[in-house]
């Protein structure tokens, strides 16, 4: 990841999307106290991230912190989302992407209602995660996916955890069909491919523009099938404790 993250066209249009997210969904007035909830390392929190405010980084992994801090990053800490070492409401955004999906996270209710409590009254949480069970694949095991997403699971997730659903949208929509051949192709294969879904060829630059082609449709009118689902939610200032 720390070698892809600043090429791979897939970083790159997530993050196109991202930004497309923040802008139009979440409309920050000011700069934002942000936690990136499991950082992994740390191009999200010192690249796009950083143009809205302050970030705070926490991973599980020691490596994590050390690769993030190799980018310069400084509010770091080593923790679990399951219990962050952080005050109640003392953010305005909490970011998430690819992280309550990993068996790392085994209850992620639990990593919602830390994000729920270290979150302002009026704050958001905005996250991504791999969609439908059905697409697991090879880069799964690699990753230890626990399970994949539908939009309808994070919206009763986040709902039972106390947010008020902003925007639900399905992303990597266009490049779905070739996805669901490979992955389909993985299934009848007897071969393992040692090759990772992060190895950078000819296609990157096409597969960039087609993934970032899609940031204004998933911020604005969300996209109705896709190889991740994102979410933005509110915690709304009258919510209860
Ligand atoms: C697929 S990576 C995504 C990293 C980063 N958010 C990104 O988008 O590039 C998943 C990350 O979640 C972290 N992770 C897994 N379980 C965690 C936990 N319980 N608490 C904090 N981080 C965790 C892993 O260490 C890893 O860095």
Redesign the pocket.
């Known amino acids: 990841?720390y070698q892809a993250?600043e090429r791979h066209w897939w970083?790159l249009g997530?993050a196109a999307i991202t930004e497309a997210l923040i802008l139009r969904q979440i409309q920050p007035k000011r700069r934002l106290k942000i936690l990136?909830?499991?950082?992994?390392?740390g191009?999200?929190m010192t690249t796009y991230l950083a143009d809205y405010g302050d970030v705070t980084g926490?991973?599980?992994?020691a490596e994590?912190v050390t690769l993030s801090r190799k980018r310069n990053a400084s509010r770091l800490a080593r923790?679990?989302?399951?219990d962050l070492p952080l005050a109640p409401a003392s953010f305005d955004l909490v970011t998430?992407?690819?992280?309550l999906y990993?068996?790392?996270?085994p209850d992620e209710a639990c990593?919602l209602r830390e994000f729920f409590r270290v979150l302002l009254p009026g704050g958001h949480v905005l996250m991504?995660l791999p969609a439908y069970d059905w697409l697991r694949g090879q880069h799964d095991e690699r990753?230890?996916t626990r399970r994949r997403y539908t939009k309808g699971l994070l919206k009763s997730l986040l709902e039972g955890s106390g947010f008020h659903i902003v925007h639900l949208s399905y992303a990597n929509t266009l490049l779905f069909p070739l996805a669901v051949a490979k992955r389909l192709g993985e299934h009848f294969s007897p071969l393992r491919s040692e090759r990772s879904d992060l190895t950078l060829d000819g296609t990157n630059e096409i597969f960039r523009r087609i993934l970032s082609w899609e940031a204004p449709f998933v911020s604005r009118f969300g996209l109705p099938y896709g190889l991740s689902v994102f979410a933005v939610a509110r915690k709304n200032h009258e919510y209860r404790t």
Request: net charge negative; charged share 20%; hydrophobic share 50%.
């Open positions: 990841m993250e970083y997530m990136d909830a499991g950082c992994g390392t191009a999200a926490v991973d599980l992994y994590a923790a679990s989302v399951l998430s992407f690819d992280v990993e068996r790392g996270v990593a991504r990753v230890h």
